[in-house]
């Protein structure tokens, strides 16, 4: 997508009462993003909810100075920005009319991931539920399957630490911009994501952490996921939302039962006995209802290996294979521009971990 037609995409989404299905249905009625911008105000007014303000605005360009600076922060700091309509953009959302028009990702490239699983609930988790979460992540390493959360205290963050420690990749949904993290103390954990998944959010950078803004990051948690597992959740709450929103959208939503008199068990046990989740006691009741089959393991050892020990000239050489079928040291120097001693000793120090192999001919691939 040209840059100035994702400055109008940008900016479309940082008007004032334009949420997703009317940017969309601007865009369509006026033939593209393009369009909606040399539209005349007079011909806005007859499109169904566009008031004089948003009118305005559209024809005044009031964010394009705000977009440009939000273009100007993905670059500085390596944030990838899918458009709706664009290819990159998450395939399980493209047909939710109420899906971001915008949605801003630092990570690898899983954001498409063949399956994928919502793990969320209480942000007081107990040792009970720090047990399932642990045994869950670990069990559910098998079944080559993407994890997202929401990076919130309790259940989230134990979540996405367990994936981290098992070699699963995992997605942080967030309530807020890329520029910052909430709670705080879980930078570290979305700095290690990184690696092996990454964080994603549909708001721009500067946007603060405000109560309204975590249902619509719940909502997107749940058009992400193909299933969704509510481990500890009380009565009501954000895992109580995101599993409605799944409800809604036709997903598979499972729950952990707990005591009947256990306000951490409230949500999952009403979910169960009002059969909007089924009763899960293993990844692998999930695994049989998804029709999920187990799979190589060596690749879920290589995937540990890329979150844990590899620095970033390592990670630029491994990504750099991800996309060939066998290439030499000459190529691999040209195309990183790492010194030839240098990068003689990385691939040999890759090898020795067991994430690269060398192929007849001094080339080399993944392991």
């Known amino acids: ?49 566009i008031n004089a303000d948003i009118a305005q605005n559209i024809v005044s360009k009031s964010s394009f100075t705000r977009a440009e600076e939000e273009i100007r922060f993905t670059k500085e700091h390596g944030i990838e920005v899918y ?33 994928t699983m919502a793990i969320v609930g209480t942000r007081r988790i107990t040792p009970y539920g720090q047990a399932i979460c642990s045994s869950f992540t670990k069990e559910l390493a098998d079944y080559n ?36 993290m909430y709670p705080q103390e879980n930078l570290r954990l979305a700095k290690s994501m990184i690696g092996n998944g ?32 509510i481990v500890e959740s009380g009565a009501s709450g ?45 990844a692998e009741d999930i695994a049989k209802n998804m029709l999920w089959s187990k799979e190589n393991e060596g690749a ?18 491994v990504n750099l294979l991800k996309s060939t079928k066998g290439i030499g040291l000459d190529s691999i120097h040209y195309r990183t521009s790492f010194p030839l001693s240098r990068l003689s000793a990385m691939l040999l120090n890759l090898e020795f971990k067991g994430i690269i192999k060398t192929l007849p001919g001094k080339k080399y691939i993944l392991a």
Do not use: W
């Open 1 to 49: 997508m040209k840059e100035q037609d994702l400055q109008k995409a940008i900016a479309l989404s940082l008007i004032a009462n334009v949420g997703p299905v009317l940017a969309k249905q601007l865009i369509r009625i006026c033939g593209g993003i393009d369009a909606v911008y040399t539209e005349k105000k007079s011909n806005l007014l007859r499109i169904p909810k």
């Open 83 to 115: 458009y709706f309509q664009a290819e990159q953009y998450p395939s399980r959302l493209k047909h939710y009319k109420d899906a971001p028009i915008i949605l801003y990702y630092k990570g690898t490239d899983i954001i498409n991931h063949k399956r």
């Open 145 to 180: 399957v993407c994890v997202f959360s929401g990076l919130a205290y309790g259940v989230d963050t134990h979540a996405h630490k367990s994936c981290v420690a098992n070699g699963i990749p995992t997605i942080g949904v967030l309530g807020h911009g890329l520029d910052k």
């Open 198 to 229: 990454g964080i994603l959010s549909e708001f721009v950078s500067k946007t603060k952490p405000d109560a309204m803004h975590f249902p619509q990051r719940n909502r997107l948690v749940a058009m992400l996921s193909d299933a969704v597992l």
């Open 238 to 282: 954000g895992s109580m939302i995101t599993a409605d929103f799944a409800f809604q959208y036709n997903k598979d939503v499972f729950a952990i039962p707990g005591r009947a008199n256990d306000s951490y068990s409230k949500g999952c046990n009403y979910l169960i006995k009002t059969n909007k989740a089924k009763l899960a006691g293993s």
């Open 300 to 317: 879920r050892q290589t995937q540990m290996a890329l979150a844990f020990e590899l620095n970033k000239e390592e990670s630029d050489i």
